[in-house]
């Protein structure tokens, strides 16, 4: 028993140590630049890091960021890993609202089925009694007394009539009860199928960035991430206004920004920028060209040169891939001793822009 209790007490101890190494935390967005096709998201977080390794979970973010554009900075701290993950939250049939729910519905079912069943027993005796009063219905036949004759042919008459009556009442009453349980089954269908609740709002599937952090003493860490996404653009309008023709005309520019990230951008710093993301900002080498009609265009044909000049500015490429040859999305590609590194896209393929002297 001392040892069972002494497991416990270890195992414990190990559980509130490995919490103690994992830390969610939020993020907020401190400036977004929005280009023409696509949106550059910049966001901040701090946390209190311990030294040696901690595992840092970063939620609510949005999933269709693209991957590949995922930098971390951090302040004194070093990352060893990131990867994003996404969190697909409870689904609606494990919520205790939702279970609620479809307790209150099978057991609306459950009492118009029981309904039905009774009346099922009624239409059986109506059944019976129709059949029993056509069986008798000769005994008049019988009779030489006029009056008992017709007395007893009122009688059927009144009984069938109200036997009848019965039966389309007792028919029409199964029919609402078993369309108000085909539009309770179907209703439980579609709510099943797409995971919404009157009276429970799920929460749509979001982005988490899990990084390893690794820092020499406790302190307070601050961390930078920016991100790519392409739900986002935005295209300028122009408001031309002039008073007479001999007054100046004044034009104004104004942007409309579309975006559809799942972000809130609300009381958020945005910047709208004409340039190009996926075309890089540094200037190209021109080299000399001779019109003499005798030599070719620069790396017209020469690759391995614009290779040698690839290489000589630091770019760095590859592509990582299974047993099978196919290209492994999602893998954290660093530079050992940097803080550089990149994920790899759907094909596989990274990128690592190494700066020039390191």
């Known amino acids: 028993m001392k040892q069972l209790t002494l497991l416990l007490i270890l195992l414990g101890i190990i559980s509130e140590s490995l919490?103690?190494?994992?830390?969610?935390?939020k993020s907020e967005i401190r400036h977004v630049t929005v280009f023409s096709e696509g949106a550059q998201v910049n966001r901040i977080s701090s946390l209190e890091l311990k030294a040696g390794f901690m595992e840092v979970v970063i939620g609510d973010l949005p999933i269709n960021m693209d991957q590949s554009t995922i930098f971390?900075?951090?302040?004194?701290?070093?990352?060893?890993?990131?990867?994003?993950?996404?969190?697909k939250h409870d689904r609606a049939s494990d919520l205790p609202v939702t279970q609620e729910i479809d307790a209150e519905n099978r057991?609306?079912?459950?009492?118009?089925?029981?309904?039905?069943?009774?009346?099922?027993?009624?239409?059986?005796?109506?059944?019976?009694?129709?059949?029993?009063?056509?069986?008798?219905?000769?005994?008049?036949?019988?009779?030489?007394?006029?009056v008992a004759i017709k007395s007893m042919n009122e009688y059927y008459r009144v009984r069938l009539d109200s036997l009848l009556n019965s039966q389309w009442n007792i028919n029409e009453q199964k029919l609402a009860n078993s369309t108000?349980?085909?539009?309770?089954?179907?209703?439980?269908?579609?709510?099943?199928?797409?995971?919404?609740?009157?009276?429970?709002?799920?929460?749509?599937?979001?982005?988490?960035?899990?990084?390893?952090?690794?820092?020499?003493?406790?302190?307070?860490?601050?961390?930078?991430?920016?991100?790519?996404?392409?739900?986002?653009?935005?295209?300028?309008?122009?408001?031309?206004?002039?008073?007479?023709?001999n007054s100046p005309l004044e034009a104004t520019c104004i942007a409309n920004v579309v975006q559809q990230t799942g972000e809130d951008w609300e009381n958020v710093e945005v910047t709208v920028s004409t340039a190009n993301p996926k075309v890089s900002t540094r200037a190209p080498d021109m080299r000399l060209w001779?019109?003499?009609?005798?030599?070719?265009?620069?790396?017209a044909s020469d690759t391995r040169e614009k290779q040698k000049i690839i290489r000589a500015e630091g770019m760095?490429?590859?592509?990582?891939?299974?047993?099978?040859g196919e290209g492994v999305p999602g893998v954290n590609v660093v530079v050992i001793g940097k803080q550089l590194g990149d994920i790899t896209d759907i094909d596989g393929e990274f990128s690592i822009n190494i700066p020039r002297g390191q």
């Open 19 to 25: 919490d103690a190494r994992q830390q969610q935390i």
């Open 72 to 87: 971390v900075k951090p302040g004194a701290a070093k990352v060893r890993s990131i990867q994003f993950k996404v969190n």
């Open 107 to 146: 057991a609306a079912i459950d009492l118009l089925e029981k309904e039905n069943s009774l009346l099922n027993v009624k239409l059986e005796v109506i059944k019976q009694e129709l059949e029993f009063i056509q069986s008798n219905r000769n005994v008049s036949g019988s009779l030489k007394d006029y």
């Open 180 to 245: 108000q349980i085909d539009f309770i089954k179907k209703l439980v269908n579609k709510q099943s199928r797409l995971n919404i609740y009157p009276s429970q709002s799920i929460k749509a599937p979001t982005g988490e960035l899990w990084l390893t952090l690794e820092s020499d003493n406790a302190h307070r860490e601050q961390l930078e991430i920016s991100y790519y996404t392409k739900q986002a653009s935005w295209i300028p309008t122009y408001d031309f206004r002039i008073e007479n023709v």
């Open 290 to 299: 001779r019109i003499d009609g005798l030599s070719k265009p620069p790396f």
């Open 316 to 324: 760095v490429t590859g592509r990582v891939v299974d047993e099978s």
